[in-house]
């Protein structure tokens, strides 16, 4: 069956650092470009990084630049965002998407052709 299931999400201190998996079963990720949402209670699911199919071109949400990190393992059909320096802000429900493209031009990660969205996982941040 087709999946696309997220992981390593959990309750930290601001400062601390979580990495989030994005892993496929039944589809190659390599084939797709691959975006990384957040949605806190009350507000609307929004962009925070993604990255393209051909050349692995990386993008971010204006408060993740300097702080987080996309990236791929083909080889482990995962995508990864690495958080640092996490924030009482960050504090949400990351989704990840497998698309077929980028638009550029657009609200940051703003994806063509979705294929397929996983299930999410919670990130809080608090002291």
């Known amino acids: 069956q087709l999946q696309l299931v997220e992981s390593g999400g959990g309750s930290v201190q601001p400062g601390g650092s979580l990495r989030l998996s994005c892993a496929a079963s039944g589809f190659t990720l390599e084939n797709y470009a691959i975006g990384w949402f957040r949605q806190a209670p009350g507000k609307e699911r929004e962009g925070v990084s993604c990255?393209?199919?051909?050349?692995?071109?990386?993008y971010y949400a204006e408060d993740a630049k300097d702080r987080f990190i996309i990236s791929r393992d083909n080889a482990r059909n995962t995508v990864y965002l690495q958080m640092n320096g996490l924030k009482p802000e960050d504090t949400g429900v990351y989704y990840c998407?497998?698309?077929?493209?980028?638009?550029?031009?657009?609200?940051?990660?703003?994806?063509?052709?979705?294929?397929?969205w996983g299930e999410g996982t919670q990130v809080t941040v608090s002291s």
């Open positions: 990255v393209s199919v051909g050349e692995g071109r990386r």
């Open positions: 998407a497998a698309a077929e493209s980028i638009v550029l031009g657009a609200p940051p990660c703003l994806l063509a052709g979705v294929y397929r």
